[in-house]
């Protein structure tokens, strides 16, 4: 167990849906990155953040955003949903160099 | 542009021996490289890193060792057990990028009895 949660595990929606998936970082991490998994592919970096701030962008869409809240736990909002949004999305939180991640949400767009 | 690349999709090794998982990248501003294992239905698990002024980490049955020349760097588990059967991913930092991360598509490893 990585210290980091992600829920839901599984949501399964429609095109054109929006849908937010919530992460919680280990204790004491202020840094949280969100990756996603496409089939068969390795893990890409979509957007990290650190504090409530953002800190760095990866190729995330422009129909997916983030944020940071407070008590540190993450939200990634996804919106008008394609069947191409469907992948593992992974949260991973650090306190620095290493990134401990969570199991993950698996999104289905059908 | 794949800037982590890990060749062979997968891997089959006889439990006891030796197994070597190997990367390649391409960009020499990479200063940290990360080796992660995946199993299904869970998130990675950082099993050891290096940072790019050395060339050698071992951590018990986990040795990674790095060729900065040829962009290079491997992975190996010895002696391979069948627990050990997991996708394992190559990960890279880039120095001044932050802390995110650019992965490898990974690398299935089977280890047989």
């Known amino acids: 167990d990585s210290g980091v949660t992600q829920t839901p595990k599984h949501l399964i929606t429609a095109t054109g849906q929006r849908v937010t998936l919530r992460c919680s970082p280990r204790?004491?991490?202020?840094?949280v990155y969100w990756y996603q998994q496409s089939l068969d592919q390795g893990l890409q970096f979509l957007i990290q953040?650190?504090?409530?701030?953002?800190?760095a962008k990866g190729n995330i869409l422009e129909r997916f955003s983030a944020q940071q809240f407070p008590d540190l736990h993450s939200e990634l909002n996804l919106s008008s949903l394609e069947l191409g949004d469907s992948a593992l999305y992974f949260c991973?939180?650090?306190?620095?160099?290493?990134?401990?991640f969570g199991p993950g949400t698996r999104l289905t767009v059908l | 542009d794949q800037q982590v690349k890990q060749n062979s999709p997968s891997l089959s090794v006889q439990e006891g021996r030796i197994s070597i998982l190997n990367c390649d990248y391409t960009n020499s501003m990479f200063d940290y490289f990360l080796w992660y294992k995946k199993y299904p239905a869970e998130g990675p698990t950082f099993l050891i890193s290096?940072?790019?002024?050395?060339d050698k980490n071992e951590d018990g049955r986990f040795t990674v060792f790095l060729n900065k020349s040829a962009k290079h760097l491997s992975l190996h588990i010895v002696p391979s057990q069948p627990g050990d059967s997991a996708v394992y991913f190559c990960a890279a930092r880039l120095t001044g990028g932050g802390n995110k991360l650019t992965f490898g598509t990974g690398t299935q490893l089977k280890v047989e009895l």
């Open positions: 991973a939180s650090s306190p620095g160099g290493v990134q401990f």
């Open positions: 953040y650190y504090n409530g701030e953002e800190r």
């Open positions: 290096i940072s790019s002024i050395k």
């Open positions: 204790s004491g991490d202020l840094s």
